[in-house]
């Protein structure tokens, strides 16, 4: 896939406080993209946390709140701030525009506006915002599992710490250690050791299977599982699962004092978000139950009450 390729589709979101812009913009890129609108400030911050959109064009003046305050708002939240925002407006003197790029608009189009001119900087904008995406990708994921490393787990866990802290729901995290790793790739040897980190990766994800979950690597043959909106008990049915797949793998390990086949332990917590917490108390209980799960004999999972 070219690039270029990479600018077809896409969710714009249109803010403009004149239905008649909106319907301009609408009939320039609707055979290309889906086209969210809002007529208002707030109403667009809530569209761009809720609908992810690729792509804002931006009115500049609005009433109650203008489209400087709105970049300002989305570029300071860190849900919103990856998103590019282009300012589509009647104010087109050079301090005008300049004002808009100083404030982080990645492009400004004058009003009226021309639709071929339209639809032309969303393509750039959109190729550029998925060349973005795309390196991003590569930073953040583990090279031998494919699954997400610990730069993106640690990413991921703040943001959803902070989300779920806003909507007062919990956030649940499994922390998986491989059971006698180091003796496998001792007696298998370490190629080995990789293709059987990667189906055990696999099998995470099979377990953890709903859009909102996370599977990290989180160093060496440790993982950790992020599950937002879940419950000590859903974490548990996920663990659980996890123990299945992991038995119906079925892989070999002769070396493991534990049991003939490859095994796992496991530290379940879950917290609602809140003033006094922060998303290391999650990640520090959990730590302590896979310390138990251990102690305990491995191959088991402890959470927490």
């Known amino acids: 896939m070219s690039w270029t390729d990479m600018a077809a589709g896409g969710r714009i979101l249109v803010v403009d406080d004149a239905m008649e812009n909106i319907q301009i913009l609408h009939g320039a890129l609707q055979d290309e993209h ?9 109403r667009a911050l809530e569209i761009a946390r809720t ?13 109650d709140m203008d489209g400087h305050a709105v970049c300002r708002e989305l570029l300071g939240n860190p849900d919103t701030a990856d998103i590019p925002i282009i300012f589509v407006t009647a104010l087109t003197s050079p301090e005008d525009e300049t004002r808009a ?20 900087r969303v393509r750039t904008q959109l190729t550029v915002k998925r060349q973005r995406d795309a390196l991003r990708a590569l930073i953040l994921t583990d090279s031998l599992t494919g699954v997400a490393n610990r730069r993106a787990f640690d990413e991921r866990i703040d943001a959803e710490w902070r989300r779920c802290g806003r909507a007062h ?13 180091k003796l496998y790739n001792d007696h298998y ?11 055990v990766a696999g099998a995470m994800r099979r377990a953890a299977a709903r859009t909102q979950d996370l599977v990290a690597r989180y160093g ?3 993982f950790a599982i992020l599950l937002p909106q879940l419950d000590a008990k859903g974490a548990t049915g996920v663990a659980h699962r996890l123990m299945d797949e992991l038995a119906a793998l079925d892989i070999p390990h002769t070396a493991s004092p534990t049991a003939p086949r490859l095994t796992a332990s496991m530290g379940i917590s879950s917290m609602v978000p809140g003033d006094l917490s922060a998303p290391a108390d999650l990640v520090q209980v ?3 139950l896979l310390y138990q799960a251990k102690a305990g004999g491995r ?5 927490m009450g």
């Open 34 to 42: 889906e086209v969210l609108f809002a007529l208002d400030g707030r």
């Open 51 to 63: 609908q992810h959109p690729d792509l804002i064009l931006l009115d500049a003046v609005m009433p």
């Open 101 to 120: 790029l100083d404030a982080g608009a990645a492009d400004f189009i004058g009003k009226p506006v021309n639709a071929a001119v339209v639809r032309a």
């Open 169 to 181: 729901l919990p956030v649940a995290l499994i922390l998986v250690d491989i059971d006698h790793f």
């Open 189 to 199: 040897g370490h190629p080995a050791g990789d293709a059987t980190l990667v189906q």
């Open 220 to 222: 060496g043959e440790e």
């Open 286 to 288: 959990a730590d302590a």
């Open 299 to 303: 191959n088991q999972y402890r959470t």
